[in-house]
């Protein structure tokens, strides 16, 4: 072998990298691959509205060209070897590191697709199944030049792979990426809209950070490892609460393992919990970029829960079955001030049976329980949990309402029943409840089949068989007397399926209408009396290209409607007979509209077209601009008629543009030129200064907006100012009108750029109530139903002769009411004292004295109406017209008239004292007397639950 042979060895060697890596058997929960993968935001609809049809992409900001390749111009970029090695000017990835994005050389890259992600991830059993190990281990490997680049080469669609793992909107793949070196790794999901469509050699980058690995070891009693133990992710780094991201369990070992930690990141900033039911949980906070060695995680001793299934006659249930674990009083966690909520467990049953393990010593826990498709139930009150570490707690679940048998043989018409065939059980029953079971068909075509938890009532069975392409069907009406009955149907002939609906489907001039879909539905009469339509087990079909089209069953008596749908014609429902003559469905054609829409690029990201019928309904379409600032619209499905237009804004939400009155007419038309709304926008800040210093966590105020608009020339708008306050508006001015409570009312007008909105702090009046707060503690002892009692003090504004250029806001939470003459503020007591500023330097208020009781009651429902009672009674299936909740009565008093004026100066010592009045108590005695005489008559007292009014 010459030299220059030599040297290609190598360079191969080289460009195809080191075999796979295996990373150790730490299994981790599946990764979800909707995730990754995401989906294009389609047409938004808001009430009776039809959706568009427009490119609303969350991916990209520019609209996908129509190229139904893989990629745009990935042609250059593959040789004619099925795409294993990259060429030319093709997209390349490149490897950069640090936030210089410094181009890293010799960097190994791993491309791989999403359908071979899946491939094996589905086979990545008892190991880390994060996208991150298996892109890793499983991609193909290229290694990066002096450029740090390498080509975007993506192999061929595996042979078999599924469809849906791709976009499904862009039909195009999704590609994973990722690239290491020897002390750094980065990963990343590549959609095919990230990639030129052109071709041309763009570039993505991929940056590589510092590599860590997670070692942490969980330890119970005597500090021995449990292994399997699970280990829950919680991100602290969220605006609120925290945020469960992952669940991964511990090797045999009790280490749990993961390589290349740092690409879980969210924020960076993790709780690691132990996902279990318990009181006093350990936890470990993470870092990114300053994890230790190891960590140990001391776990509190726990056993596990069992949960037998039975029905009343004691036979095992369960079969496609879950039950759901809720602890009873478990206290929040609370870790840097963040809330943590542990969800509840669900376990699926096996053999009737359903196990948890890891729940705490002396745990109180309830179950839920679901069986088949619809069935749900709440069995039990609650549960005590293991006593002893290690310990299996067993229950027992008795369900009363078991199902019901049903049994029988079935024979053909026409043919012999093939072995091994699979009978399939429709039912339909008044409480619109449609589903369906499968059976094994025995010897001499015995079936049985266990329809779970249904009511005693009347059904209808719908039988079918299919043998090769051929359907058999029957139907049988059975009545259920009681829960738990078995049924025997006995010999049940099934006949080939017939038409029994067809006819054809034409547009208003005659033309047949192709893919129009088809489904038939019955009427019915629930045990309310109310008429509903539901699904007979009937398949969906569409229309031929003739237009024609045939459902397909057996006939039977009833009264049924057929519905037609069709893409761009008015849907329409019709009756029908089974049975009956072909029949021809006429549909209405509708309107579609197309506009584009030119505005400056960089303002905003997101344009609204809207279109609002006259009658009401509107149908609306989102798309992103592109980086020209142009954006086409198309909306489907528009019923014709007038219409008005409007061009939104996510940033404003009111329209910036419109046009009234605009005829749509059935078929395809343009609004006419192009909507040109450059130089309409501007971009304002608001910031918010307090006492000479810039807002801080915790500061926070009401912004009141006006700027015109099209729609409304009146039109307000309410922010709220915590951090700086970004606006676009369609003018170069703005009004505004700023409050915070405490403060002085700001008015002014705002221009573009930014605006600080100075609020200082007005002296606190203070107020003093002697006595009412031990009074209202009284009351509580007093009145037996009272069960919480609170008192405040209400100012309310005195409206002056002549106040104009008022603005109201709604008065909710801390946002205050605006308009002058109708301000009302309420400030609870505190030992007595109150303390208050006021916004309006001159002004008077009346004062007021308010005391609410919260008080148990009784609430009725109609007749109609049933609710479950309470499971802690014997009777837990027993159903009630009444329950006991709490209502609320509010005394309010009035007090004096208070002013406020300009020059005056508070001090410390200042304070404004008022009496209870004679009056309160008048008050009290009322409320006294109303909610004596509503206990005498629901026949209940303080401490007694009201009995229960059977059926």
């Known amino acids: 072998m010459n030299r220059n042979s030599i040297l290609a060895v190598l360079f191969v060697l080289v460009a195809c990298g080191v075999g796979f890596a295996w990373y150790g058997s730490h299994p981790g929960e599946t990764p979800s691959l909707d995730t990754p993968f995401g989906e294009d935001v389609a047409g938004t609809t808001e009430g009776e509205e039809v959706p568009g049809d427009g490119a609303d992409l969350s991916l990209e900001t520019e609209q996908p060209a129509e190229d139904d390749r893989i990629f745009g111009g990935i042609e250059e970029a593959q040789t004619q070897d099925g795409g294993q090695a990259g060429q030319g000017g093709g997209p390349r990835v490149k490897v950069v590191v640090g936030d210089e994005k410094r181009a890293v050389r010799g960097a190994t890259v791993a491309i791989l697709p999403s359908d071979e992600y899946a491939m094996y991830h589905a ?96 330890v119970g009693v005597e500090q021995r490892p449990i292994a399997n133990f699970p280990i829950a992710f919680w991100d602290l780094g969220t605006k609120k609460n925290a945020n469960r991201r992952e669940v991964h369990r511990t090797a045999a070992d009790g280490h749990l393992v993961l390589r290349h930690f740092q690409t879980m990141k969210a924020s960076g900033h993790w709780a690691l919990l132990p996902d279990m039911i318990g009181k006093g949980l350990p936890h470990v906070i993470l870092e990114n970029g300053a994890l230790e060695p190891s960590y140990t995680m001391r776990v509190p001793p726990f056993g596990s829960m069992r949960f037998d299934l039975r029905g009343r006659d004691g036979r095992v249930l369960g079969e496609h079955g879950s039950v759901t674990l809720v602890p009873l009083e478990l206290p929040k966690v609370e870790i840097e001030g963040k809330e943590l909520r542990p969800s509840n467990r669900t376990e699926k049953t096996e053999g009737g049976s359903a196990t948890f393990d890891f729940v705490g010593l002396g745990m109180r826990c309830k179950t839920y329980v679901a069986i088949g498709r619809h069935f749900r139930d709440r069995p039990s009150t609650e549960f005590g949990g293991p006593l002893t570490s290690g310990q299996e707690q067993r229950y027992e679940l008795r369900l009363e309402n078991d199902g019901v048998a049903i049994t029988g043989h079935a024979e053909l018409a026409e043919v012999p029943l093939p072995s091994g065939g699979k009978l399939e059980l429709f039912f339909t029953a008044d409480s619109n409840v449609r589903t369906g079971e499968t059976s094994e068909l025995g010897e001499n075509g015995a079936f049985s089949f266990f329809l779970p938890f249904i009511r005693a009532s009347s059904y209808r069975l719908l039988f079918r068989l299919r043998v090769d ?20 149907v006995g010999a049940l002939r099934l006949e080939p399926a017939i038409p029994i609906v067809s006819g054809r489907v034409v547009d208003q001039l005659g033309k047949p209408v192709r893919g129009a879909q088809i489904s038939l539905q019955e009427s019915i009469r629930d045990t309310a009396g109310r008429e509903r339509s539901v699904h007979i087990g009937v398949g969906t079909v569409r229309s031929e290209k003739d237009g024609e089209f045939a459902l397909m069953g057996r006939p039977i008596p009833g009264q049924f409607s057929m519905r037609v749908a069709a893409s761009g014609y008015e849907n329409k429902t019709v009756s029908v007979r089974l049975g009956g003559e072909p029949i021809e ?33 509107s149908t609306s379409n989102r798309t992103n601009l592109s980086k020209g600032g142009l954006v086409a619209f198309r909306l489907r499905n528009l019923k014709p008629g007038s219409y008005t237009l409007t061009v939104e804004i996510d940033e404003w939400g009111q329209p910036i543009w419109m046009r009234q009155g605009f005829i749509v007419r059935a078929g395809s038309q343009s609004v006419g030129q192009t909507i040109d709304l450059r130089g309409m926008l501007q971009r304002f800040e608001f910031r918010g200064v307090l006492d000479n210093r810039e807002f801080q966590k915790g500061d926070r105020a009401n912004v009141l907006v006006h700027s015109p608009m099209p729609a409304d020339s009146d039109a307000y708008r309410q922010h709220r100012l915590e951090k700086p306050l970004l606006l676009i508006a369609p003018r170069a001015d703005i009004r505004y009108r700023a409050h915070r409570e405490g403060c002085k009312l700001i008015e002014g007008v705002a221009l573009p750029g930014i605006t600080e909105l100075r609020f200082v702090t007005n002296s606190p009046h203070r107020f003093y109530v002697p006595g009412i707060s031990q009074r209202v503690e009284g009351i509580q002892n007093e009145i037996s139903e009272v069960s919480r009692a609170g008192a405040s003090l209400v100012f309310q504004k005195v409206g002056k002769a002549n106040a104009a250029g008022s603005i109201s806001v709604p008065k909710n939470g801390i946002s205050a009411n605006f308009d002058r003459g109708a301000q009302r503020r309420s400030i609870p007591i505190v030992k007595d004292r109150v303390s208050v500023s006021f916004e309006y330097d001159d002004a008077d208020y009346d004062v007021f004295l308010e005391v609410a009781m919260r008080h148990k009651t009784m609430h009725t429902f109609g007749e109609n109406v049933r609710i479950n009672v309470l499971s802690s009674f014997t009777d837990s299936t027993s159903y009630g017209r009444a329950f006991m909740g709490y209502g609320q009565e509010t005394i309010l008093v009035p007090l004096a008239r208070y002013t406020v004026k300009s020059e005056d100066i508070r001090r410390p010592s200042d304070e404004t004292t008022y009496p209870i009045p004679p009056s309160f108590e008048s008050e009290v005695a009322k409320v006294r007397t109303k909610l004596e005489e509503q206990a005498r008559k629901n026949g209940a007292t303080n401490a007694t639950f009201p009995g229960i009014r059977r059926r």
């Open 123 to 218: 086979k990545h059993e008892g190991s880390d199944k994060r996208f991150t190990t298996i892109i890793e281990a499983y991609g193909k490997r290229y290694v990066t030049g002096s450029d740090g680049t390498v080509p975007l080469v993506i192999p061929p669609a595996a042979e078999g792979s599924d469809d849906a793992l791709n976009n499904k909107i862009s039909g195009r793949r999704w590609i994973g990426i990722a690239a290491w070196d020897d002390e750094h790794f980065g990963v990343q999901w590549l959609s095919a809209s990230k990639v030129d469509n052109k071709g041309g050699r763009s570039t993505i980058e991929v940056k590589i950070e510092p590599d860590e690995t997670l070692d942490l070891i969980a």
């Open 469 to 488: 392409k051929a359907i058999y069907e029957t139907f049988k009406s059975v009545n259920v007397s009681a829960p738990g009955a078995r049924i025997d």
């Open 585 to 617: 469905v006429r549909l209405d054609q509708l309107g579609e509209l197309h506009a584009s829409v030119q505005m400056d690029s960089g303002i905003v990201k997101r344009v609204r077209l809207r279109a609002r019928h006259s009658t009401g309904g």
